[in-house]
């Protein structure tokens, strides 16, 4: 219940923002807990770190709530949070462009540059009005109340068994509800707004919080037979439905070991009826709450709003959060503690130590296998990363540093020269004004500014080229609303770029590479904006203390610098006659004239040089500085090559060499491998071998090899991500990968991509999946991502690769089926764009590869059952649980647009995506796309 007002209000404007479409507009609230939580887990000893704080967001175009249970409230877990939102949103196909929330850790630095980085805006409520952050503060007195309601409601039918510490999956149970239960006025439920998606909801798999639950005992789950008197099934507690499953799967407490797992074969007892007439068996609940530390906890919780003045948490001291240990040895070592030696130290204080054994009399329970959890979502983050792989491999070269770290390089004076020529160049063409301090108007902020210093290499011979430094304006530190608003600028993807280039191929088009010279500073500034003096300059007029500098043209660095060019840039091509794609931001037409750009660099496709030359002296004659590079050589870090016969060979060389001698192997008589991974090893976090030696930058070299594998060499893209995913805590075995990876790539380091072009074959999808092949039962504990299948896919059109990619799958597959359907699912989210695009070029008359008058998809699936799902999308006993957002494509292939063929698994080329193969499968599939 909630305090009535004593008086009603005037009617005021509530609306904060209109929302057209999900993920336009999300707000965000954390709220706290003075009662502790019970932190689940599916194997091993129980943990004692407990949930505390719990992130909620809310969507204001579906009201759609999302909830991130957190064991503090750091800058840290905020960010995880907001990670784990956008996965989840990117999974249902929506993008978030904004968020709207209270100061506190949503002011800390960690949040603010992510959202930086996902070019997303941030709106803040003044402090202490949390009023305008009403929908979230709603959001959470509703989901609190309704949790509350549920979870005394349990406690009050089944009192020895039901803890007040599991509140935080009463919390996770009333969002589910809320966001599958049909309640927007158009009749449909926040999820299926949310994802643009018709699938009512399943009443009949939503069973009471809190219920005592009936599980298939193990042995019969997986077909064996168990004796005949022995019970068919074991008691557990309702957990509500499973995040990581399909909706029919729940979370059941398993009463004697305190696990939690999921479980499809189960019976509840919805009414609480087998606990009102049964017996009462008070020692049923202690068992696992000892095992878990909260057997000492007995009082009401207490769920508060996040106060953003005071982000400190109620002390639980009355929680035994002890070592697990089973004793010392005799030889000084420590004994792990087995489940039943836990089991046994959980009923101690009612024997007596006298009348236990000794380890058990010495023995104490918790440990904190959170860790493992959250290094398998930073892995998720990470392939989801790796998805861009500029700015990936961006991230991981040592030629980019800071101003302080040049002057540190042995070349540091080819640095202060890059600097003088660098403001030379702005002051020769009035990009700022020098002005005193005193003239700044007094609501206006002067941003720090600060130098990007870069080493430029010849790809072909990895020499370098050229020193560049960049003046940037800090874009950190400007404050929204006051010197940027909007930021969001488009970037074209790698697939419009080769699906241009084969289209170049196939109809004999010219292409030519274009450099806008210092491009953003070529549009002017978006309003009155000041800078502080960079480091190392000085003037006569005067230093830093005195002037800064008024920005009059568009500098690096804001915010909102890469929108400002982009639309400046836009209305220079609008202004000569160029129409923008409306499938492609980054794509421009005009007649028979193809123009696609990213950032800085431009590429024009066309029927004749000519043409393009005209061109580009139009763009010139508009004031644009542009440089015209030729042939396209080396577009964005690629070698393009034409051969003789016609075709294009994309290479990538000079990063292979550079990735070779990284690793020590570019000496002679080095021996090479055949395959980029064995296949009888799994790589696993192989936490009980020795650490990484260092002997070679690990992240460096996984980042290279990712930028290999996304753009010119599907063949590593497997064995890439295996390697990429213990970035963060290498072990031997992950060095050793790395080793036999690149000895294969200095056998191979002449192939790359080869386009042919095959006019008789329009798109083509061929699809696989691994169906928990790197399951082990020695690691599940330790390793959530064992139980999780693989995807892999890559799309050809003309015979020509343009797609590819190899992800773990985020939700937990049942069966093979399933494993298969999420993948094809996965695929076509990036298939169906790019054959919007060459639809969209159809209609504008020009000529495309179609095998029929349609711009239509072929799917080539080895799996029969995901193929009668794809095409008779009936439920079926054991496929209706399969979640709602791998079901968006049917409506293409009801039309007749996607069309679903079988293959056997000898002609699946996909499958070097999903798993190590043997040589001579390998180098089979490897020749569909890499030509050797």
């Avoid at 929680?319 to 503690?337: D, F, K, M, V």
């Avoid at 160049?425 to 600060?450: C, F, K, T, Y």
Wanted: aromatic share 10%.
């Amino acid at each position: 219940m909630t305090k009535v007002p004593w008086r009603a209000k005037g009617k005021q404007d509530t609306t904060i923002f209109n929302a057209t479409k999900a993920g336009q507009v999300v707000s965000v609230d954390q709220m706290i807990s003075t009662q502790v939580g019970f932190v689940a887990q599916l194997k091993g000893r129980l943990t004692t770190q407990r949930y505390r704080a719990a992130t909620v967001f809310v969507d204001h175009f579906s009201r759609l709530k999302f909830i991130y249970l957190m064991t503090s409230l750091s800058s840290e877990e905020t960010v995880a949070a907001k990670k784990a939102f956008e996965r989840f949103a990117s999974n249902n196909g929506v993008h978030i462009q904004q968020y709207h929330c209270d100061n506190g850790r949503f002011a800390d630095k960690a949040f603010i540059n992510h959202c930086e980085q996902q070019q997303q805006h941030i709106t803040y409520c003044g402090v202490n009005a949390h009023f305008q952050n009403g929908i979230a503060e709603k959001a959470i007195r509703d989901i609190q109340e309704q949790a509350r309601k549920q979870l005394l409601h349990a406690r009050s039918r089944w009192p020895e068994v039901i803890h007040l510490a599991l509140w935080p999956y009463a919390l996770r149970m009333a969002v589910h509800l809320h966001n599958t239960v049909p309640s927007l006025a158009d009749g449909r439920s926040p999820l299926e707004a949310f994802a643009s998606l018709a699938v009512g909801s399943k009443m009949r798999d939503n069973h009471t919080f809190g219920c005592p639950v009936f599980a298939l005992q193990n042995a019969l789950a997986a077909g064996n037979t168990i004796p005949k008197w022995s019970p068919r099934a074991r008691l557990g507690v309702n957990l509500g439905p499973s995040p990581s499953h399909a909706r029919n799967v729940a979370l059941v407490l398993n009463l004697s070991t305190g696990l939690v797992s999921p479980q499809y074969h189960c019976r509840f007892d919805d009414f609480f009826e087998t606990t009102r007439y049964a017996k009462r068996d008070l020692s049923i609940g202690c068992t696992w709450q000892r095992l878990a530390g909260l057997i000492r906890i007995d009082r009401l919780p207490s769920l508060e709003l996040h106060d953003n003045n005071a982000v400190s948490l109620a002390e639980a001291t009355n929680i035994a959060e002890t070592t697990p240990t089973a004793g010392i040895s005799s030889r000084g070592r420590r004994r792990n503690l087995s489940r039943r030696m836990a089991e046994s130290v959980s009923q101690r204080e009612f024997f007596g130590d006298r009348n236990m054994h000794y380890m058990a009399s010495q023995s104490t329970v918790g440990l904190n296998e959170a860790e493992d959890d959250r290094l398998h979502e930073e892995h998720l983050a990470l392939q989801s990363l790796m998805g861009n792989p500029i700015a990936f491999h961006a991230e991981m070269m040592g030629d980019i540093m800071y101003f302080h770290q040049a002057m540190k390089q042995p070349d540091s004076e080819e640095f202060v020269k890059a600097v003088v020529k660098e403001v030379n160049g702005h002051i020769q063409n009035d990009h700022w004004q020098l002005v005193p301090r005193s003239e700044v108007p007094p609501d206006a902020e002067v941003v720090p500014s600060v130098w990007a210093m870069r080493r430029k290499r010849n790809l072909t011979t990895n020499e370098i080229t050229k020193y560049k430094a960049r003046l940037n304006m800090h874009g950190g530190k400007q404050t929204y609303g006051v010197n940027y608003y909007e930021t969001f600028a488009p970037v074209v993807s790698w697939f419009g770029i080769r699906l241009l280039v084969v289209f170049a191929i196939v109809f004999h088009w010219s292409l030519r590479q274009v450099d806008f010279v210092m491009a953003y500073t070529q549009a002017p500034i978006e309003m009155d904006m000041y800078m502080e003096l960079p480091a190392g300059i000085s003037t006569k007029h005067g230093d830093s203390k005195s002037h800064v500098l008024k920005l009059l043209a568009n500098l690096y660095g804001q915010k909102q610098a890469g929108r400002v060019w982009n639309e400046y840039l836009v209305g220079k091509l609008r202004s000569i006659g160029f129409e923008q794609s409306k499938v492609d931001d980054c794509v421009f037409y005009r007649g028979d004239v193809v123009f696609i750009v990213y950032v800085d660099d431009g590429m024009f496709l066309g029927r004749c040089d000519r043409q393009l030359t005209s061109i580009i002296k139009e763009l010139v004659d508009l004031g644009l500085d542009i440089e015209d590079q030729g042939h396209p050589a080396d577009y964005v870090g690629v070698n393009i090559r034409k051969l003789q016969d016609g075709s294009y060979e994309f290479t990538q060389r000079a990063i292979i060499d550079s990735v070779i001698a990284d690793v020590g192997l570019d000496g002679p008589n080095i021996a090479t491998k055949p395959v980029p991974a064995k296949s009888t090893v799994h790589l696993h976090a192989h936490k009980s071998s020795p650490a990484f030696n260092g002997r070679f930058n690990y992240r460096s070299v996984v980042g290279k090899l990712n930028y290999l594998a996304q753009t010119t060499r599907p063949d590593i893209m497997y064995a890439t991500h295996q390697i990429a995913k213990y970035s963060s805590d290498p072990r031997k075995e992950h060095g050793e990968a790395i080793i036999y990876l690149v000895r294969y790539l200095k056998g191979t380091r002449h192939l790359g991509l080869k386009f042919k072009v095959d006019r008789t074959k329009g798109f083509e999808c061929y699809v696989d999946a691994d169906f928990s092949g790197a399951w082990n039962r020695v690691f599940a504990a330790t390793d959530p991502s064992t139980a999780k299948s693989r995807g892999g896919w890559i799309v050809f059109y003309a015979g020509c690769p343009i797609i590819w990619a190899s992800k773990l799958q985020t939700q937990v597959a049942l069966s093979t089926t399933e494993a298969e359907y999420i993948a094809m699912s996965m695929a076509l989210r990036d298939v169906i764009p790019i054959m919007e695009l060459v639809r969209e070029m159809k209609n504008r008359k020009f000529e495309v590869i179609c095998t029929e008058p349609l711009v239509y998809c072929k799917v080539f699936e080895d799996n029969s059952g995901a193929l009668e799902l794809a095409r008779l999308p009936k439920l079926r006993p054991r496929s209706k649980h399969i979640n709602v957002c791998y079901h968006h494509f049917r409506e293409h292939v009801r039309k007749g647009l996607i069309k679903i063929f079988p293959v056997s698994t000898d002609a699946q080329v996909a499958d070097a995506l999903t798993k190590a193969l043997p040589q001579n499968s390998f180098v089979r599939h490897r020749r569909h796309y890499c030509g050797g």
